[in-house]
């Protein structure tokens, strides 16, 4: 693979990228931050459920627990 040929190409894909969120993510991917695929929504969900956690460990149920109660609901 040429690798400036590729640098290239996708320069060429990006400019034609018109959609905020496909830039976001491809933003997400090439910089030097940890790249995240979550929307800033599902991430300020992320953020309000590990705070609930925080506060009282005790209300959540462990996986194990968790896929119990989908086996026995659900079946898988």
Known sequence: MDITKEKERLKIAIDKVEDPEILDKISAIISDSEPSMM???????VRERRE??????????????FKAIV??????
């Open 39 to 45: 929307t800033g929504e599902q991430l300020s969900v």
């Open 71 to 76: 086996k026995q609901k659900y079946g898988f």
């Open 52 to 65: 609930q956690y925080l506060k009282n460990p005790s209300d959540c149920v462990s996986l194990e627990e």
